[in-house]
């Protein structure tokens, strides 16, 4: 059975749960606590295992990966239905840059190493931490909300079913409402969100329903 070691509030976790759920596959859930007070990505025993120290990480019997996007990208390849890609060669190239629009561009910028550099190291205080975020999501969320702007609005980000793009935008805008972003600029965005959450594979792999989750 696959293996992913996890943290409940981790977006690039949530976006791995979502694909494979998406794609029915039985794995076991193995929490790995990055929170402060937790820090367990930073024991000897994780390390050993991945050590870059962050998490999601998959294990498929002897073979190991980390970094979000490269897990949807194996688990395409080695179970490829049902896809989460489209065949189009430019639809599929616009599904990725949307995704690492998010992936490198914005989620970095909210990430809770960082955001625990800015407060131990530079002293910045939490309102402050919290506007950092907020104005980077708000800036990546602008530009995809522009990109499909003049587009025909489908169920999902690129069409009728869900791809990658809607694996990775869900946890985003779970991240911009925690952040307490206004989303009422971005109503395509979040009404595609919504829909996947009426969806068993996405309910899932919500944060809250994780055995590590923690009350708010």
């Known amino acids: 059975m696959l293996k992913l070691y996890s943290y409940w509030r981790s977006s690039a976790s949530y976006r791995v749960r979502i ?55 194996y688990l395409e390849s080695r179970f490829p239905q049902p896809p989460l890609l489209p065949t189009d060669a430019r639809l599929q190239a616009r599904v990725r840059a949307f995704c690492m629009t998010i992936v490198a561009d914005v989620q970095p910028l909210q990430n809770s190493g960082l955001l625990s550099y800015l ?3 530079l002293q910045i205080e939490a309102p402050e931490r919290q506007a950092w975020a907020r104005y980077w999501i708000t800036r990546g969320l602008t530009a995809l909300d522009a990109e499909l702007h003049d587009e025909a609005e489908t169920p999902f980000v ?15 805008v779970y991240a911009a409402r925690r952040f307490g972003c206004d989303l009422a600029d971005f109503a395509r965005l979040v009404r595609v969100a919504d829909r996947c959450m009426a969806l068993p594979a996405f309910m899932r792999a919500h944060p809250d329903a994780q055995p ?3 009350p708010a």
Not at 21 to 26: A, D, P, T, V
Not at 37 to 55: F, I, S, W
């Open 119 to 121: 407060e131990d190291v």
């Open 19 to 73: 694909a494979l759920h998406l794609k029915g596959l039985e794995f076991q859930t193995l929490p790995v606590h990055i929170a402060r007070g937790g820090d367990e990505q930073h024991g000897e025993t994780y390390r050993a295992l991945n050590p870059q120290k962050r998490v999601p990480l998959l294990i498929d019997g002897d073979f190991k990966l980390n970094q979000s996007q490269a897990i949807l990208d």
């Open 212 to 214: 590590d989750a923690q």
């Open 158 to 172: 690129f069409g009728d079913s869900p791809t990658w793009a809607d694996c990775i935008l869900v946890p985003q």
